[in-house]
């Protein structure tokens, strides 16, 4: 079993920074795609920014240029650095781990990230 924790949420100005973290714990064996999706009120769910086949990087538009997604070398801990942020950024933020070998997939509860115009 995989557990992941999101911290870093906040309320922030529009134009401000956040930085999100992901903490990944248990059976991480082998491969797998982490990445960072948010569900703002009344939407659905969306990719934000993800690593797949752990090295590539893939970012929706909406973030191209402001937000980047990183992870340390033990690849157990990701983050989302939020840069030039805007009101429609707000919305639940969710950490995702898919295990390549069995595709299993993990989600974390989710930090909330306001951002005031």
């Known amino acids: 079993q995989v557990q992941l924790v999101e911290s870093g949420g906040g309320l922030v100005r529009a134009g401000g920074s956040l930085r999100l973290s992901c903490a990944a714990s248990?059976?991480?064996?082998?491969?797998?795609?982490m990445g960072w999706y948010r569900q703002a009120p009344g939407k659905q769910r969306e990719l934000v920014a993800t690593?797949?086949?752990?090295?590539?990087?893939n970012y929706a538009d909406s973030v191209k240029g402001r937000f980047t997604i990183s992870r340390d070398n033990a690849k157990t801990t990701m983050y989302l650095q939020m840069n030039s942020l805007k009101p429609e950024d707000t919305a639940v933020y969710y950490c995702?781990?898919?295990?390549?070998?069995?595709?299993?997939?993990?989600w974390g509860q989710g930090t909330q990230v306001t951002v005031s115009s």
């Open positions: 995702k781990l898919q295990d390549l070998a069995t595709l299993a997939t993990y």
């Open positions: 248990g059976s991480i064996i082998g491969p797998n795609d």
């Open positions: 690593f797949t086949r752990e090295f590539t990087t």
